[in-house]
């Protein structure tokens, strides 16, 4: 049996994108059209055979799909038609994997797929918010607002991405380079210090037994231990691609002691910057509630604001169902209220965003400011006990030779 990919038309109109298996595409083409269903294309899967632990996701790089925007955007405000811009913009593509779904792209455009449904049907290749975000531009006929607002959007989370990134890198760095010497010291220098206090038949320290007992432990099973945790890393990151596993860690991250509450941020500010992306593009707010609680990368925060949409739907206004879900301060939902009430609430929604980056910079602030002082007094504790342990005996030897 084969896995094809299938595109096809539904009596009452809809075209959409499928997987079937079938054990040929002529097969597939026969039992489809049987049920009434009109086939345009049909095509092998690529990659649905992959090994259990080493399968590669293909993604877009955040970098690189902002790039493809700004220049999309760039080439349509020039007045140059939609299919000409993406055919300047798959060639230019380093990317092979990029090429290619811009060229399935393509294809289907060049069929007479709207460029939204296009997006919508290449496997989740690109986030929904972006497909929503494009098929209302192609609904109102403003694309290139639109659009530009997603850059803005896109641009915003990059950015706060990257003070992140550069918040926690010299932590990472000082932890790897600690662990790096506490290794050393424990496979090759105690242990050969231990070899020379052993030459002089003298009962060493409790503190320097069990150092030297460590230190031996790992120097004669290091490939063990290696292999260890290489198996044990390869069962974690199988264990963390899988919905439980995922579903776990977010709640974990919200529990950390101060990082939490930045997870938590963040997480909030992704939902109330989509919502108000969507909106100014001209999305109704159920379907943007809707399409904004999936943007949320962090699933503990996600669970409950996927119930904020049917509440709305229900007649319940959104300050108030924003309020059930006990997830944001009472600060965002009066903003929210009072946008509501005088109908800017796109602008509200924008100021609130502005608020939680504003407080992530600041936790994050905090955060570092005290990561690195705990890293250093952590660590040096632990290198200061490790050299101890080398030289009380020499104390105790000189002690014995006087």
């Excluded at 959409?16 to 298996?21: A, D």
């Excluded at 038609?81 to 393509?106: D, K, M, N, W, Y």
């Excluded at 919508?120 to 609904?139: D, M, N, W």
């Excluded at 242990?191 to 009962?203: C, H, I, K, V």
């Amino acid at each position: 049996m084969t896995e094809f990919l299938v595109r096809l038309g539904t009596p009452d109109g809809a075209v959409l994108e499928q997987r079937h298996r079938a054990v040929s595409e002529e097969a597939l083409r026969r039992e489809l059209e049987n049920r009434g269903l009109t086939v345009f294309r049909v095509r092998t899967r690529r990659g649905a055979l992959r090994l259990p632990f080493f399968g590669a996701r293909e993604r877009l790089g955040s970098l690189e799909f902002l790039i493809f925007n700004q220049q999309l955007a760039t080439l349509l405000r020039a007045g140059i038609p939609i299919l000409q811009s993406l055919e300047l913009l798959q060639r230019s593509q380093t990317g092979a994997h990029f090429r290619e779904v811009l060229s399935r792209v393509l294809d289907d455009v060049r069929g007479g797929v709207s460029l939204s449904d296009s997006f919508a049907a290449q496997g989740g290749v690109f986030p929904r918010l972006y497909c929503a975000t494009i098929l209302a531009g192609e609904r109102s006929g403003e694309l290139v607002p639109v659009l530009s607002r997603y850059i803005h959007h896109q641009q915003m989370l990059e950015a706060v991405r990257r003070k992140v990134t550069s918040a926690l890198t010299y932590p990472a760095v000082l932890i790897t380079l600690s662990l790096g010497l506490v290794v050393l010291l424990m496979t090759y220098v105690i242990p050969r210090f231990a070899n020379f206090y052993m030459g002089f038949s003298a009962d060493l320290p409790f503190l320097t037994q069990l150092v030297v007992g460590t230190g031996t432990f790992l120097q004669h099973n290091i490939h063990f231990i290696v292999g260890g945790l290489v198996v044990a890393y390869l069962l974690a990151r199988r264990w963390l691609q899988s919905e439980a596993g995922q579903i776990a860690i977010d709640h974990a991250k919200l529990r950390v002691p101060f990082v939490g509450p930045i997870f938590h941020l963040f997480a909030l500010s992704q939902f109330v910057r989509s919502l108000g992306t969507l909106l100014s593009g001209g999305t109704p707010l159920v379907n943007a509630l809707e399409i904004a609680s999936t943007t949320v990368t962090n699933h503990a925060i996600a669970s409950p604001l996927a119930r904020v949409a049917p509440r709305v739907r229900e007649g319940q206004p959104l300050w108030s169902s924003l309020e059930g879900t006990k997830l944001f301060p009472a600060l965002s939902v009066a903003m929210v209220q009072v946008g509501e009430a005088t109908g800017a609430l796109e602008g509200m929604l924008t100021n609130v965003s502005q608020f939680y980056d504003e407080s992530i910079e600041v936790k994050l602030a905090r955060v570092v400011s005290l990561i690195e002082p705990a890293v250093l007094l952590l660590m040096g504790g632990v290198v200061a006990t490790l050299v101890l342990s080398v030289y009380l005996p020499m104390f105790t030897l000189l002690q014995k030779v006087q």
